[in-house]
């Protein structure tokens, strides 16, 4: 409506033979179907069904349903509910097609079987939008074997090398009319060569247990909700900010807005892999710069799930500000090169399922992001006593005033321990796991403002054992 009251003229948006149109009422829905049929008919020609077929599908027509709840391109669109979802009919199309040519005994497998898959499980994404930070993991190993593909044609086929070469060289005896039709067949034969060779390419524990987890989620009870809140899939305002920094021996965070921040130091046994330690460190800042994105997110989660009343959003989005712009990368198109950015992806995937909160990212220059820098570089303060280590967050306060209404938030330390695992042993993050922690509080906000240590230790027992 505009500031009158009266409907505002929506444009119907076609896509190849669907049309989606919009009304407030009934009355005006029956003019705008009939202003869409007469469209058609201008454009297509008036019914004469002894000479053509009519341009309007009839029985699509008498089978049509006026309501907010509609499936378009295979998506399940509720404007009641502001949802996007997949229909269960196409999630079991997808379990069929992972069970049929991608079950356990399956070890090895084609390009054009690898691309299918990813066709159908990135439709899964457009209602479900965490699976894009898995989608992208398989689709490294379709560019892997891509690559692999373009290299042994070159070395086997002497067609494939010819349409090469002329591509990049550009030389032809053909006429000049006829050489920009030759180029284009070209270039399309080198491509139909490349993506449906008959090479086969082995299916490595990476990415079977990126099937698996598909494989898992799509069953009927595995409790997933294959949905998404519009409100996370359009540009909003976010209804909190959290700022993060990391360093290689410790991280920070805080938010202003919801009244926490927080402060780890990493384990001796992830500082000594780092660039402190090692000149070709086995764990990069970059991944440490990704834990603390990841961590900011969980206090976040935890005051909108203790405390309801802090927004009357239904579906509220959280502002995540850091220094790092791989970080930043890795948290919206996920992480492709690092094995360890890889795993913490998923263990933020699993995160993400079935969360009210969404989540964007924004990127901060080092200089202004004093206050998590300063978090992320606290020092132990040693004393004279047969006691821990500690750190004074007194002065911290100090000096910076607006951490003095904050909590201090200390999170759960079968969670942390997950991420610790990820990180030094690089262990498969369990989603299952990740899903139980979530029904339980997710740490706790301290009021006091006194001294606390932070530290989560790794012992030797539980690295051995969760190496087995």
């Not at 699976?131 to 190993?141: N, Q, T």
């Not at 891509?146 to 006429?175: H, W, Y």
């Not at 700022?243 to 921040?261: Q, V």
């Not at 460190?281 to 990704?290: Q, T, V």
Request: aromatic fraction near 8%; include cysteine.
């Amino acid at each position: 409506m505009d500031e009158a009251g009266n409907p505002i003229d929506l444009p119907a948006r076609i896509y190849v033979n669907d049309a989606i149109m919009l009304s407030s009422n009934a009355e005006h829905m029956k003019m705008v179907l009939g202003a869409m049929i007469e469209s058609i008919f201008v454009v297509m020609g008036e019914p004469e069904e002894d000479v053509r077929q009519c341009p309007l599908a009839m029985d699509k027509w008498r089978g049509l349903v006026v309501g907010p709840r509609q499936i378009v391109l295979d998506l399940i669109i509720n404007t009641n509910r502001l949802m996007v979802s997949i229909p269960a009919t196409y999630r079991a199309e997808v379990l069929n097609l992972i069970d049929s040519t991608w079950h356990l005994h399956w070890r090895r497998f084609k390009v054009s079987e690898a691309q299918r898959l990813t066709g159908k499980l990135a439709r899964l994404a457009e209602g479900a939008n965490w699976v894009f930070h898995l989608l992208s993991h398989l689709y490294s190993s379709i560019a892997y074997a891509l690559s692999e593909n373009k290299r042994l044609l070159v070395e086997s086929s002497q067609e494939f090398c010819d349409m090469i070469l002329a591509i990049q060289s550009g030389k032809s005896f053909t006429p000049c009319k006829d050489l920009a039709r030759l180029t284009s067949f070209a270039m399309k034969r080198a491509a139909k060569m490349t993506h449906h060779a008959s090479y086969e390419y082995n299916i490595n524990i990476t990415m079977r247990a990126e099937i698996e987890f598909f494989r898992d989620k799509l069953k009927p009870d595995s409790g997933i909700e294959w949905e998404t809140p519009l409100a996370h899939l359009i540009p909003r305002t976010p209804f909190a900010t959290t700022i993060g920094d990391s360093s290689l021996e410790g991280a920070g965070g805080f938010s202003i807005s919801l009244g926490f921040w927080w402060h780890i130091r990493f384990p001796d046994e992830i500082v000594k892999r780092t660039l402190l330690f090692q000149d070709v460190p086995s764990i990069s800042i970059n991944a440490l710069e990704y834990v603390t994105v990841i961590i900011n997110y969980i206090p976040a989660l935890h005051v909108l799930q203790t405390m309801p009343d802090i927004t009357n959003d239904p579906h509220p989005v959280l502002l995540n500000v850091t220094d790092n712009s791989s970080a930043l990368s890795w948290t919206l198109h996920t992480c492709k090169r690092s094995r360890i950015g890889r795993l913490l992806g998923r263990f933020f995937c699993s995160l993400l399922i079935n969360s009210s909160l969404g989540i964007n990212l924004q990127w901060i220059s080092t200089v202004d992001n004093k206050i998590a820098n300063n978090i992320s570089r606290l020092k132990k303060q040693h004393t004279d006593t047969i006691s821990a280590p500690h750190f004074d967050y007194t002065n911290l306060k100090q000096t910076y005033p607006e951490l003095t209404h904050c909590s201090f938030f200390q999170i759960e330390p079968s969670l942390i321990s997950m991420i610790w695992e990820i990180v030094l042993i690089e262990r498969w993050p369990s989603h299952d796991r990740v899903q139980t922690l979530k029904r339980r509080p997710l740490g706790k906000l301290i009021t006091s403002s006194g001294q606390r240590s932070s530290e989560y230790p790794i012992h030797a027992d539980r690295i051995l054992d969760t190496s087995k």
